[in-house]
């Protein structure tokens, strides 16, 4: 008998792919909600004001986005973050060839991928969306979708704030998994810090500036600087409540 | 080599001890069956084992390496229960074709001609699958990764006769086609007892035996006959299990130190000297110390 020694790499690729396929009804659920983003936005403009001039010039401004699909896309980004933690997705890597490690990287490999995936199928949805209104509602569009350098930073953009919510769902996730506790804490927390956010207002204060200081950074590099840092602590403190955790099933 | 090692091995649920002080040693290419009453500790002891869960205290070892996070210990260890989970994204046979990328012993040949064998059918998801053929199925995957060390933990909850008899055959066949390390848990050990090599007696989570099966056998063995002529004999004798079964007859098994002149004048005496089997021995010494379920019915 000899003992089977694999390399750290293949098993990873092998893992990888394993999670690609077995987990295609996230890809399933993926397209569901954007198609049911899109239905929601072809219905109108987001928001639209009119002008009226004296004479026989009336012009409607509308923001013909495809915001409702990257919203849904994000949601859809959290939820898959943290169903990869429970049972079912988490302990079955054990049936198979792993080590707590190695699992977890591939988790953020896939997770990765499917904030790839997510922001393309976005991107392309909102494209969508507007074209439709270009050629059948009459609406002519201010600025070019067009232009690379605003579709690179769109997609950049995009794809930061969505791998930013798997890792969050993947983040609550490992906590939940760590103790049941957390089912009620975190989103007491959640609530009590948007409870707090309102009743301060929209002045100085913690809550309300670490929002604007992550989320509505204008400069690019800057933005996803601050992003990398969050999903570089909330990856790694999941890594850490992972790398101790027993297989249940 | 030993393929696994445990010293002082503990685990603990909360403040339960379920394995206490665990100490034994498994040797390369046997197959020992993990033996003892429900809640004894070898679910647990497996689970460690397979890398599952992690040990409260003591030492345990796989290969020379923890087993809980080594990616060494994983490629070359199986665990087989009923339990297995397999997303439902995948069917049968792709379960198989996964297994065959991660296990770099799997003979996918042995696994088709079983799988045709036991009547699956490639698009057949593991959810929709019976009991006894979830089993089946979890068996095939057991046999046929081919593991240095394959642990099977109650393989044939489900199973008919039938199977599970073409089960031990399939499992000593492939033994001596491939041999290897295996640990198998089950409560019919009078079925799996011509499978064994060694046992490991466990009770309340600690290691009460572990021997090879032809030990065993003639570890303990039953004298019938009366009462006083009994009781006298065993008077210094460890006394394993007792019952009477009327005012004068009684049937007592006790551990096999006799001398070749005892044995003539146990004879001489009138006193019937009978074989006990591996499963009886098991549970009389097994059996909870405070009398049996008739004492708790009465």
Not at chain 1, 130 to 149: E, H
Not at chain 2, 223 to 248: F, M, P, V
């Amino acid at each position: 008998m000899s003992l089977a020694n694999l390399k750290k790499s293949e098993i990873l690729q092998i893992l990888f792919l394993f999670k690609l396929k077995s987990y295609s009804a996230l890809f399933t659920s993926l397209i569901l909600v954007q198609i049911l983003a899109m239905l929601f936005s072809l219905s109108g403009p987001i928001s639209s004001g009119s002008f009226g001039f004296s004479g026989p010039i009336h012009v409607n401004i509308g923001y013909y986005t495809g915001d409702i699909i990257v919203g849904f896309t994000l949601v859809w980004g959290f939820v898959a973050g943290l169903l990869l933690t429970t049972k079912k997705y988490y302990m079955v890597d054990f049936l198979f060839v792993t080590t707590r490690k190695m699992s977890q990287v591939a988790n953020l490999l896939f997770l990765v991928a499917i904030s790839i995936i997510g922001t393309l199928t976005a991107q392309l949805a909102g494209g969508f969306i507007q074209s439709v209104n270009v050629f059948f509602n009459d609406v002519k569009l201010v600025t070019n979708p067009l232009i690379i350098s605003e579709l690179l930073l769109s997609i950049g953009s995009l794809f930061f704030y969505l791998l930013f919510m798997t890792i969050i769902g993947y983040f609550i996730g490992m906590c939940v998994q760590l103790h049941k506790v957390f089912i009620i804490v975190l989103p007491a927390i959640f609530v009590g810090t948007i409870v707090q956010a309102v009743r301060l207002g929209d002045g100085y204060n913690f809550i309300t500036k670490s929002y604007y200081f992550i989320i509505q950074e204008s400069i690019f590099v800057l933005f996803s600087l601050k992003i990398f840092v969050l999903i570089t602590i909330l990856f790694v403190t999941a890594f850490l409540i992972g790398k101790r955790m027993e297989v249940q099933q | 080599m030993q393929i696994v090692k445990a010293d002082g091995l503990e685990k603990k649920f909360g403040s339960k001890k379920v394995i206490e002080q665990m100490s034994f040693e498994i040797k390369e290419e046997t197959i020992t069956g993990i033996i003892g009453r429900n809640g004894a500790g070898k679910t647990t002891l497996l689970k460690m084992i397979a890398g599952f869960w992690r040990p409260s205290a003591g030492e345990l070892l796989v290969f020379n390496e923890e087993p809980f996070d080594s990616l060494m210990a994983s490629a070359n260890t199986i665990y087989i229960d009923d339990q297995l989970y397999y997303p439902d994204t995948l069917n049968l046979k792709q379960i198989l074709q996964q297994n065959a990328q991660f296990y770099p012993n799997w003979n996918m040949d042995l696994a088709d001609r079983l799988f045709n064998y036991f009547g699956f059918e490639a698009n057949q998801r593991h959810y929709q699958l019976s009991k006894g053929k979830r089993s089946t199925f979890n068996m095939i995957i057991g046999l046929a990764a081919r593991c240095p060390l394959t642990l099977f933990d109650e393989p044939t909850t489900g199973m008919d006769e039938a199977v599970r008899k073409d089960f031990y055959q399939a499992l000593l066949h492939d033994y001596i086609a491939f041999p290897r390390t295996i640990l198998l848990s089950s409560h019919l050990l009078q079925e799996i007892e011509p499978l064994l090599e060694e046992v490991l007696l466990i009770k309340d989570g600690k290691v009460l035996m572990h021997e090879s099966v032809d030990t065993l056998k003639d570890y303990a063995f039953g004298l019938h006959g009366d009462r006083d002529t009994i009781t006298s004999w065993c008077a210094n004798k460890s006394i394993i299990y007792q019952k009477a079964y009327s005012s004068e007859g009684i049937y007592v098994v006790v551990q096999n130190d006799f001398t070749e002149r005892e044995f003539a004048q146990l004879q001489a005496d009138g006193i019937k000297l009978l074989p006990v089997s591996l499963n009886d021995l098991c549970i009389y010494l097994t059996n909870p110390k405070n009398g049996g379920i008739v004492d708790v019915l009465s």
